[in-house]
């Protein structure tokens, strides 16, 4: 059972630099998001998408981009690396929206930016 | 704005019993999820309540009060493996999840 898998677990990037953080889900979930989540604060949703060509914008979107081209692949974009997206991230999936639904975590991505 | 308090951090021996609390302020309220995170690894689903009440499984139970504002989850029994962060989150009226910061829990011998 694969779940949720996101790649890489760990990127060191330099400012300015742009990478993609790669998600698939393997539950034929319809609802996928990703978080970022710093020390003292609670997980922040950066995008969310319900569904197969739908992403929105979360709480903390500036300086990320997402598609969602299959409902397997959520990719986020980091499109200028800056030191404050040094963080820990987190694709999830639920089968809908949170409400009531289980939300499934990505073992996380530790990115740090120089 | 919408806000989600939990203590930072309680210490508790192996073997006792520990209550950790989340208080919330958010626009509407269509459920409250409890998650456990140990260091280093994605947080992993606890428990869901959306009615008032005490649901109980194990060794573990949680609690809701929707007029109060208040949620907690109980420990019983507690062992070292217990040791991880305990992560409240609260789904709103836009049926977005709001996060507490997490109580970190420490169980000691």
């Known amino acids: 059972n694969a779940g949720v898998t996101q790649t890489p677990k760990f990127q060191v990037l330099k400012t300015g630099q742009s990478m993609t953080l790669q998600c698939a889900q393997d539950?034929?979930?319809?609802?996928m998001s990703w978080y970022r989540q710093d020390p003292g604060m609670g997980l922040r949703l950066i995008h969310y998408?319900?569904?197969?060509?739908?992403?929105d914008q979360g709480e903390v979107p500036n300086g990320y981009n997402v598609s969602r081209s299959t409902t397997e692949d959520f990719p986020l974009r980091l499109l200028s690396a800056a030191p404050s997206q040094t963080s820990v991230y987190f694709c999830a999936s639920s089968y809908q929206a949170a409400h009531g639904n289980t939300i499934y975590f990505g073992e996380g991505s530790w990115l740090t930016v120089v | 704005g919408q806000n989600i308090d939990q203590p930072t951090e309680m210490t508790a021996t192996e073997g006792a019993i520990v209550q950790i609390n989340c208080t919330y302020q958010?626009?509407?309220?269509?459920?409250l999820f409890w998650y456990q995170q140990h260091a280093g690894e994605a947080p992993t689903f606890l428990s869901y309540?959306?009615l008032d009440g005490l649901e109980e499984k194990g060794r573990f139970s949680s609690f809701l009060s929707r007029s109060k504002g208040y949620s907690y989850r109980l420990l019983k029994e507690l062992q070292l493996k217990d040791s991880a962060s305990y992560l409240c989150a609260v789904v709103d009226s836009n049926y977005q999840l709001i996060w507490g910061a997490g109580t970190k829990l420490i169980i000691k011998p």
């Open positions: 958010t626009s509407g309220f269509n459920g």
């Open positions: 309540n959306v």
């Open positions: 539950m034929n979930h319809e609802y």
């Open positions: 998408s319900v569904g197969a060509g739908i992403t």
